[in-house]
């Protein structure tokens, strides 16, 4: 009788091999792709304009206007688009915010190429601009910390700012270099192209559940509010950047271009300071994707004492390398408080009310920035540049080490796997 023959056993398929990023949704995907685009144009476009502005014989305080003229609508439209974001589809919002903004960019790309944009002509569409960011960012926001899950947070964060902050690297070198070399009109005009590519991208983004309706827009606003305003580690350091962002915004947006102008190489060296901020944002941001620090809020507001190295450098009439070095520091603390700030905000905030509260973020942030960017040149006639320079550096300094007296501040913790997702995150105060 013949044996029959031995069944060979079935090889096994090899286990797949786990996706580098398996945690980035298509959401993620898009949105950070998007974000790279758009911000590869918008970090030369505050160069064109104030070289813009320079150009057609404006004054530091001209240039101080125009750029207030962009905040003020910010300020005013951002608790609407935070509304507007959490009873709309996110995306529907962020597609018509970049269109505007595009379209607006454009206009102004047009007027700069033909060399007759006047003053009201760039306060004008300077506004138009603010008021498509102000529409914008609660969505974005909304969306980003709503397309990865908790356990992943700090590293999509990261990997996220990664890819904005890069975009800063390229834009702010490349606006700098196209100011410089053919005009400011050429640089508005690549931000506007890359607004409506944005714009398409985002058009694919998946749609998010529709929101519950049948409640008034002023009662939405008036729970969001309630939220924001129950949290004292979050409008503390709201107040605080309410008063850093006008420093730092005066800084950026006009003392750092007339001393580019003045006592460095013009457009183009500023352009390499800002690529420096940038390469500091990047480098900080692949630190942050395996760093994870217990307390956030304390470990954040580290980062926030480096940002007003760049208004020193700029005082003491600092060498182009020291004043990229200390643009570079500066980009490095941005990065430490940004990832460690979303981290609090999405472990804290309820989903529903994500895009309200992070408007009143946006909003107290900013409420004094045009008004701070608006006396720039005035503060600089009456303090001397390099005077208002230090007193921007050394409010920053004080508002840093003011916020760290708050203990929720400084005990605010990270949860992990393990915490009751209703247990307070912040660690028990010392038994006196």
Known sequence: MQSRPQSRPQSQPPPPHPRRFAWASRNFRIQTAATVISGLGNAGAPIATAFAVIGNGGSTTEVGYVT??????????????????????????????????????????????????????????????????????????????????????????????????????????????????????????LDAVCFLIAAALRFFLEAEAAPAAGTSMLRELREGWREFASRRWLWVVVLQFSVLVACVGAVESVYGPVVAKERLGGARDWGLAMAAYGVGLVVTGLLMVRWQPRRILLVGNWGVFLFGVPALALAMAAPLPVLAAAMFLSGVGVT????????????????????????????GSLSLAPLGIALAGPAADTLGLSGALWACALISLLLSAAVLLEPEVRRLARRTATDSPAAPATEPAPIP
Not at 155 to 177: K, T, Y
Not at 343 to 363: K, N
Request: with cysteine.
């Open 68 to 189: 207030a003229a962009r905040l003020l609508p910010t300020v005013l439209l951002l608790v609407i688009g935070g509304a507007l974001a959490d009873r709309l589809p996110r995306h529907h919002v962020m597609v018509a915010a970049n269109l505007f903004s595009g379209l607006s960019q454009a206009v102004l790309a047009a007027l700069a190429l033909g060399g007759h944009a006047q003053l009201w002509q760039l306060l004008v569409l300077s506004a138009a601009g603010g008021a498509g960011y102000a529409l914008y960012a609660p969505a974005a926001e909304g969306m980003i910390l709503k397309s990865v899950p908790q356990e992943h947070a700090a590293r999509a964060f990261s990997v996220f700012r990664m890819g904005q902050n890069a975009s800063q690297i390229g834009g702010a070198a490349l606006g700098g270099a196209l100011t410089a070399a053919v005009g400011p009109g050429w640089v508005l005009a």
């Open 336 to 363: 430490v408080f940004g990832v460690n700030w979303m981290v609090a905000l999405q472990q804290e905030i309820p989903a529903e009310m994500f895009s309200r509260v992070c408007a009143y973020d946006h909003l």
